[in-house]
């Protein structure tokens, strides 16, 4: 069984550039909660998404949104990249019903110059 | 709103030794679990251990085990036996039973001497 998937691995933008990571859940699953995890931190919620419809969203800017497909793949956007924004993005595919397990993906490492 | 507070930057342990990890966390709920992950340098997420806040038992997965004080809002992980592939960050994470947002500490490096 493939497990969970995100692309690309890693990538480098600039200031102020936009970016779209993407995140294929494992087959079955039909939500997606996305993570940002700065470099010596643990992972920050910043979306879930459930059917194509936002569930949830943490306390990040109006930069980052996200979507979510008929297949349940998703994408996490942000746009007017901040230097800040360089970080790991983990995508986890979400098992319903209690206790809800989550499936990490190997994550986007995301590089802002 | 709810926190989790892991104290110890940096663990070491020789190998088939055991080593303890802490965590603490503060809510108002009743009903909530709490997890132990652990990211290797691979950079993928595992989750080690689950535990139930209504379970007054603690978990256990092998050489994994965690001792749960809920009163003191406590969730240690003991590692027995170490690897040196248990060498990893051990992240101690929270979620309100029926949430939807998983809530981490800051991580724990732990280190596996041969």
């Known amino acids: 069984d493939a497990g969970v998937t995100q692309s690309p691995t890693h990538l480098i933008k600039t200031r102020g550039q936009q970016v779209t990571l993407r995140c294929s859940p494992i087959?079955?699953?039909?939500?997606v909660s996305w993570y940002q995890q700065v470099l010596g931190q643990g992972p920050q919620f910043i979306f879930q998404?459930?059917?194509?419809?936002?569930?949830g969203r943490g306390n990040f800017p109006d930069r980052f949104s996200a979507r979510q497909f008929p297949n349940y793949s998703s994408e996490l956007n942000v746009n007017a990249l901040l230097l800040g924004d360089s970080a790991l993005y983990l995508c986890?595919?979400?098992?319903?019903?209690?206790?809800?397990?989550?499936?990490f993906g190997p994550g986007t490492r995301l590089t802002v110059t | 709103a709810q926190t989790v507070t892991q104290s110890q930057p940096e663990m070491s342990v020789q190998e088939a030794e055991t080593v303890t990890l802490s965590c603490t966390y503060d809510?108002?709920?009743?009903?909530?679990?709490l997890f132990w992950y652990k990211q290797p340098p691979s950079r993928q997420m595992i989750l080690v251990i689950r535990?139930?806040?209504?379970?007054?038992q603690n978990a256990t997965e092998n050489r994994f085990s965690v001792n749960f004080q809920k009163a003191a809002k406590s969730f240690s992980l003991k590692i027995s036996d170490s690897q040196l592939g248990d060498a990893a960050m051990y992240f101690c994470?929270?979620?309100?039973?029926?949430?939807?947002?998983?809530?981490f500490g800051a991580g724990t490096r732990l280190f596996v001497k041969a």
């Open positions: 087959s079955g699953h039909k939500s």
């Open positions: 986890a595919s979400i098992q319903e019903g209690l206790p809800m397990e989550q499936y």
């Open positions: 998404y459930y059917e194509k419809e936002e569930r």
């Open positions: 535990q139930e806040a209504y379970k007054q």
């Open positions: 994470a929270y979620r309100n039973t029926g949430g939807f947002k998983t809530i």
């Open positions: 809510t108002s709920e009743s009903d909530y679990y």
